[in-house]
């Protein structure tokens, strides 16, 4: 265990070190169905709308949550640069508004199956990738190594929860593994699926005040997405609802919560961002 967390560490320094000209943004929460891939989905394109070049990377492994909500049927991962000797820009998707997409899929698992010759051809692909504003990184839910350690070498860490007393604790369940590994010492919250503003920020209280009271972690609250049928209605039609319906409540609070993250702005720095990402994910799969 102690191992496993000076590790973690070692990879949330690495994370703050770097010099790159990217924001990655991991975005994860404490359950499934909560509505995580939507957000990520409807987060990365409002960005692009706002003139960013947004990447979406599709973390959650053995799924395609994320190119299924945008209208497509995925049809390469990140290892078939290697099975098939692809370039990046074969597997990469564009979705509305020209934001990119990377999935990776079940490959991500296969990628410990690689030798180190192939390694490096994979991460000689994914120099190419030309500099983002941000990386947006769509993880599995729940409580485990790999969230964790996406967690650890991003830039911003965010929470998606809903006001279920289950979402609730989960996501608490995660802040305090993410506390205990001291990974990360922040934490942006959006809360999904509430009647009003209201709610949402008594929502997020409960999350701020137990986790100032036993965590070593701060929690900002960066907004939250109220109920709108017509988010069910882009689901079933395959068209983001900051597509489909760029005025209806849902895509105006979309719109806050990038403009919020936005207003944070991207630091300067040197190295491309991807390049010292993809590194680090291959240390997670070896």
Do not use: H, W
């Not at 209280?205 to 988010?231: H, V």
């Amino acid at each position: 265990m102690r191992d496993q967390a000076d590790r973690l560490r070692e990879l949330a320094r690495g994370a703050k070190q770097s010099e790159k000209t990217t924001k990655v943004i991991t975005v994860t929460s404490g359950k499934g169905g909560v509505g995580k891939s939507n957000f990520v989905v409807n987060l990365s394109i409002m960005l692009q709308k706002m003139g960013k070049k947004v990447l979406i990377f599709d973390a959650d492994i053995g799924m395609a949550n994320d190119e299924i909500l945008m209208g497509f049927v995925p049809k390469y991962n990140i290892l078939d640069c290697i099975i098939r000797n692809l370039d990046i820009e074969d597997i990469m998707i564009t979705g509305p508004e020209g934001v990119k997409l990377i999935s990776g899929g079940t490959g991500l698992n296969k990628i410990k199956e690689l030798q180190d010759e192939e390694r490096r051809i994979l991460l000689s692909k994914l120099e190419k990738l030309e500099d983002y504003d941000y990386i947006i990184m769509d993880t599995g839910a729940g409580v485990n190594e790999t969230v964790i350690n996406f967690i650890a070498f991003s830039d911003e860490f965010i929470l998606l929860t809903t006001p279920e007393p289950t979402a609730i604790m989960d996501g608490y369940s995660l802040l305090k593994t993410v506390s205990y590994f001291n990974v990360k010492n922040m934490v942006s919250i959006v809360v999904n699926r509430v009647y009003n503003e209201k709610e949402g920020e008594k929502t997020f209280l409960k999350l701020k005040n137990a986790s100032t009271k036993f965590l070593s972690i701060k929690c900002n609250f960066i907004g939250c997405i109220e109920e709108d049928r017509r988010l069910l209605e882009s689901v079933r039609n395959q068209v983001p609802v900051v597509v489909g319906f760029p005025n209806s409540k849902v895509s105006k609070n979309i719109s806050s919560i990038a403009k919020r993250i936005d207003d944070n702005g991207v630091l300067n720095r040197r190295d491309k961002s991807a390049n010292s990402l993809f590194k680090n994910i291959f240390q997670l799969f070896r």
